[in-house]
């Protein structure tokens, strides 16, 4: 398996609103006050203790800086396997990579409306797997990050919603791993 290094222009897919492709566009200039629905995805690292590994965005993010999040996302390119991308995601954001990625919500999609007026709109399978090396995050995606048992982390979402990215929070309410958020 090849994993792709993106510049700094990388494409995301643009779909339809089946979810179908329906062609790419920079990066940069999808994310505003009207984005197009697009590809992405979240994932989800366990340790052998079974504690999830959550990150809080940097403070330098465009949407919903300093919120804490799963434990990566981001967007495939076009012609990337999703599980490719979230490979290149946990390397490129936190040195990291993964074993036994599991497809948990395969048709997660969401829409939200950052403070700043940043939308996202996203189609977003959603994977589960274990870590498989050191945590070395990288400082202009990740502020911090912990390992949380899954019952406390639904708690924390529960009861405070609003210091955890949006797609968190609705993904806590369908994931198996942190059924106890809803």
């Keep these: 398996m090849t994993i792709p290094v993106l510049s700094d222009d990388e494409l995301v ?3 339809d609103k089946d979810g179908q ?11 505003h006050a009207a ?3 697009h590809l992405a995805f979240s994932c989800y690292l366990l340790d052998d203790a079974g504690r999830v590994l959550i990150t809080r965005r ?7 800086p300093g919120v804490w999040t799963n434990t990566c996302c981001g967007h495939p390119a076009p012609a990337e396997s999703l599980e490719d991308a979230v490979l290149r995601r946990l390397r ?8 036994d990625l599991r497809l948990a919500l395969p048709d997660f999609a969401y829409r939200a409306v950052d403070a700043s007026g940043v939308v996202e709109h996203e189609r977003c399978p959603v994977f589960v797997g274990r870590i498989a090396g050191p945590v070395r995050p990288e400082p202009s995606e ?11 982390l639904g708690a924390g979402v529960r009861a405070t919603p609003w210091a955890f990215s949006p797609w968190l929070v609705l993904q806590a309410e369908q994931l198996p791993l942190l059924a106890g958020a809803s």
């Design 13 to 15: 897919v643009l779909l």
């Design 21 to 31: 492709p329906i062609g790419s566009a920079p990066k940069a200039t999808v994310h």
């Design 35 to 37: 984005t197009p629905l």
């Design 58 to 64: 940097s403070l330098s993010k465009a949407a919903w």
């Design 92 to 99: 490129d954001e936190l040195g990291t990579t993964a074993v």
């Design 142 to 152: 990740v502020a911090e990050w912990r390992w949380v048992d899954p019952d406390d």
